[in-house]
């Protein structure tokens, strides 16, 4: 527990008197006030604030819980930091990662250094507990104050994106039609996902560059149980596992593939086309997206999603070392990364 001594609040008869402001790790019993402090703070905006949500992403994480500390003045919650476990394959090894993901100041208290105080705490305890690197992919708002502690942007990530609609994409913003106006019900279908969880491998294998250690127990978590978005899958049964979910955009409705497994060398490509084509006919899929890193990596695996380049569309990653500085040069190059949209997307 660090304290902190903010600022003189009352002067009287010469005597200054200090606002003790306590950082903290958060404990069980804070979870109501952590969802109350976010909604203060952040609004529901695109991503609701529950409780359920919260112990999903922080406490059934199968890489292990979150780090997790708060900022606490006169047994009020004024601040929150979170990092989201993370374990990424690398040529030396699994690295233990962070993400930095949720974060909120109450609204009396913004422009105090709050923000700086929590995540520097939170760095100094992720190190200890052994912890390799943290990445993120912050907005343009939190970019600047994560650069000034250390942070790298790496770039953006690359994109593979197939129109499957142009025209109806051209009609949509020229005359207005369709336009998805502010969060839209979700309407990627509801599937059985027992099914794929009973063929999944003991041991995936290896993407060729820097990828998310897979497990049956990440796929349940990070897809089938979860609590945010509605997910679906593609798979032939012995050669490959497609996972994906729909996203609406203004005018028009995107198929974001956020997992391609290749279960063996030779994928049945034939089989993943049709079932792709057939789900976004049935949908009025206007886009398809995939990450670039793992459609080039992946190379003949993977085919028909059409002929515009890979492109760096994606969202900004940024990196920050903590304990692997003779690693960072490498993790700093985008194309040593086989990460997919999955590990990137917000959620």
């Given at each position: 527990m660090v304290k902190f001594?903010?600022?003189?609040?009352?002067?009287?008869?010469?005597?200054?008197?200090?606002?003790?402001?306590?950082?903290?790790?958060?404990?069980?019993?804070?979870?109501p006030a952590i969802i109350e402090l976010m909604r203060s703070s952040l609004g529901e905006s695109l991503l609701p604030k529950s409780e359920q949500l919260w112990r999903w992403k922080h406490e059934q994480n199968p890489f292990g819980k979150s780090f997790v500390c708060v900022a606490e003045e006169e047994e009020v919650l004024v601040g929150l930091r979170a990092f989201m476990q993370w374990q990424w394959q690398t040529p030396a090894g699994v690295r233990k990662a962070i993400r930095a993901v949720d974060t909120a100041t109450h609204p009396d208290f913004q422009g105090k250094g709050i923000f700086k105080k929590l995540t520097l705490h939170q760095l100094e305890q992720c190190k200890l507990a052994g912890i390799h690197f943290v990445f993120n992919t912050p907005n343009t708002q939190s970019m600047p104050g994560y650069l000034k502690m250390g942070w790298q942007l790496q770039g953006r990530m690359p994109l593979k994106i197939k129109l499957e609609r142009p025209?109806?994409?051209?009609?949509?913003?020229?005359?207005?039609?369709?336009?998805?106006?502010g969060v839209s019900a979700d309407p990627t279908p509801?599937?059985?996902?027992r099914p794929l969880l009973a063929i999944l491998p003991a041991k995936f294998p290896a993407p060729p560059g820097v990828h998310t250690v897979l497990s049956a127990e990440y796929i349940r978590w990070r897809y089938a149980i979860n609590p945010l978005y509605k997910y679906v899958y593609f798979t032939d049964g012995e050669s490959y596992i497609a996972i994906g979910r729909?996203?609406?955009?203004?005018?028009?409705?995107?198929?974001?593939?956020?997992?391609?497994?290749?279960?063996?060398?030779?994928?049945?490509?034939?089989?993943?086309?049709?079932?792709?084509?057939?789900?976004?006919?049935?949908?009025?899929i206007d886009f398809t997206s995939m990450s670039g890193n793992q459609y080039l990596q992946l190379g003949k695996q993977i085919s028909g999603l059409g002929w515009l380049p890979v492109r760096p569309l994606g969202p900004q990653v940024t990196l920050r070392d903590i304990q692997i500085p003779t690693e960072m040069p490498f993790l700093m190059d985008t194309h040593n990364w086989s990460y997919t949209l999955g590990d990137m997307e917000l959620f």
């Open positions: 001594y903010r600022g003189k609040s009352t002067v009287f008869n010469a005597l200054y008197i200090y606002q003790i402001m306590i950082i903290r790790e958060a404990t069980e019993a804070d979870i025209l109806a994409i051209a009609w949509n913003k020229v005359f207005n039609k369709n336009k998805f106006s509801t599937v059985d996902w729909n996203k609406l955009q203004s005018y028009i409705k995107e198929f974001r593939i956020t997992e391609f497994i290749p279960l063996q060398t030779t994928v049945n490509t034939q089989h993943f086309n049709k079932q792709l084509r057939v789900f976004t006919q049935q949908h009025g």
